[in-house]
């Protein structure tokens, strides 16, 4: 099997991940809940993770790196946080339902910064203009989970904090292959997964806190201040009720000192070497829509496509029967898909890893190319 | 033996503190306060030699580090705060 779904999770992981998951368990008990060995053992690892995220983030604080189970527990509590109900809220027309949902709950009055795909600069001023509304805070996706394309963060970033504006950024599609730069980007919280681009298992996540406010989603037990009945009012703490995934925690170590080790950058180029590789087979077939950005450094390793003619999930299946894993539909970000017009049909998407190989994008071109009425 | 207890608001913190000291060639070691110690209920310290405390404290606050409070231990059982 080909796997190209990496943008849903990575399913090929670096060998250390297992081992150390499988290491975890049966070693390392809950930190901070006792003073023997295991406890002790678990605190190691909690705090080497929190470092080693703080390193490759550009965070100068460990404190200051949260465990969450996933990218929307982390980004359910940055915008619960900022957002009350009924206040303005600013996203970009590319955000997942990890977003949008939480917002409709809260019954948020949700203003788009709405640009084409692949402009980054239409999109920051889409974003400029809608800053004179003063929202209560903005909400951007690093990279857009259909479209690959990447939002001009580092400059929103900037005008977020001229005017004084939080900022909450999704790093599920970046971190690992873009610079994520939490204290210099000044963004309030950066939420991202722990099994996609950080090679971690899934069921663990990281949100990295920029400012003072935050509110805990779930209260309960922490190892510490315990006579008291509210939350610790110091992080991490104050945002991490409940027993540690350890085995996650311990996974996702490796997983951050893989990525590490490589460098983000040669993940990147090796991603977008192969993004080009299958965008120069596909564009020469027929009946097919693609959504490639006309410079690519513009778009990560996320590449949708259409079969003109077929519905996209018999696309999806049509593929999986011939061996390529890939996600057809509206991949939870119906928003995006009504930002890029393809709301109605879906697209079926292609996502990169630093396991693939320009021989699998190969043999991927050639099975679409087969299913479009015609072999490259 | 004497040694000096620094509580910490959290084992995170406590962990910075020694990472801290140890970088600076101080010998730390984390562990839960002694109950008698503890006013909120559960929290963490970083254990020092006695002759450490002075240059544990230029270091950490060198840092931005400050601990809540410091006891010193002369004996078992036997705590007594410092004024910081």
């Known amino acids: ?376 | 033996m004497v040694y000096y207890l620094m509580v910490c608001r959290s084992l995170t913190y406590a962990q910075r503190t020694a990472a801290m000291l140890e970088r600076a060639g101080i010998t730390a070691r984390v562990l839960r306060s002694p109950k008698v110690i503890d006013r909120e209920g559960c929290s963490h310290c970083v254990k020092i030699a006695e002759r450490s405390l002075t240059p544990s404290l230029v270091v950490l606050n060198r840092v931005g580090l400050t601990p809540r409070r410091i006891f010193l231990q002369a004996g078992e059982g036997d705590y007594r705060e410092v004024g910081l």
Request: charged share 20%.
């Open chain 1, 1 to 376: 099997m080909i796997y190209l779904d990496s943008a849903a999770t990575t399913l090929q992981k670096p060998p250390s991940v297992a081992r150390s998951m499988a290491w975890a368990v049966g070693r390392l008990a809950s930190p901070g809940r006792g003073g023997h060995l295991p406890a002790q053992r678990a605190a190691k690892v909690a705090f080497a993770c929190r470092q080693a995220a703080a390193e490759l983030f550009g965070v100068d604080n460990p404190e200051r790196v949260i465990f969450t189970s996933s990218a929307t527990h982390g980004l359910n509590i940055a915008i619960r946080s900022l957002v009350s109900p009924g206040a303005r809220v600013l996203i970009s027309g590319w955000e997942h339902n990890a977003v949008t949902r939480p917002l409709h709950r809260l019954g948020a009055e949700v203003a788009v910064a709405q640009a084409p795909l692949f402009d980054g600069q239409a999109q920051l001023e889409a974003f400029a203009r809608g800053l004179e509304q003063r929202p209560a805070a903005v909400i951007c996706t690093h990279v857009s989970n259909v479209f690959g394309a990447i939002l001009p963060v580092g400059d929103l970033a900037e005008l977020c904090r001229d005017r004084g504006v939080p900022l909450i950024v999704d790093a599920s599609q970046s971190a690992g292959c873009l610079p994520v730069e939490q204290d210099k980007w000044g963004a309030a919280f950066v939420a991202m997964p722990g099994h996609k681009g950080l090679y971690g298992p899934q069921g663990i996540g990281l949100l990295l806190c920029g400012g003072e406010k935050w509110v805990p989603l779930l209260e309960g037990g922490t190892g510490s201040s315990s006579a008291l009945q509210t939350m610790p009012d110091f992080l991490p703490d104050g945002l991490e009720a409940g027993t540690h995934n350890m085995p996650g925690i311990a996974g996702l170590l490796a997983g951050l000192r893989y990525v590490a080790g490589r460098g983000t950058g040669a993940i990147l180029r090796k991603e977008r070497e192969l993004l080009a590789r299958a965008v120069r087979g596909l564009e020469t077939l027929p009946n097919l829509t693609l959504f490639a950005a006309p410079a690519g450094e513009r778009q990560g390793g996320v590449l949708s496509f259409q079969v003109k003619g077929m519905d996209c999930e018999e696309v999806g299946e049509r593929l999986s029967r011939r061996g390529i894993a890939l996600r057809a539909g509206l991949h939870c970000a119906p928003l995006a898909h009504s930002s890029a017009g393809t709301l109605a049909e879906g697209t079926v998407r292609a996502s990169l890893s630093d396991f693939n190989t320009p021989a699998e994008v190969d043999r991927f071109v050639w099975e679409v190319g087969r299913l479009a009425g015609r072999q490259p």
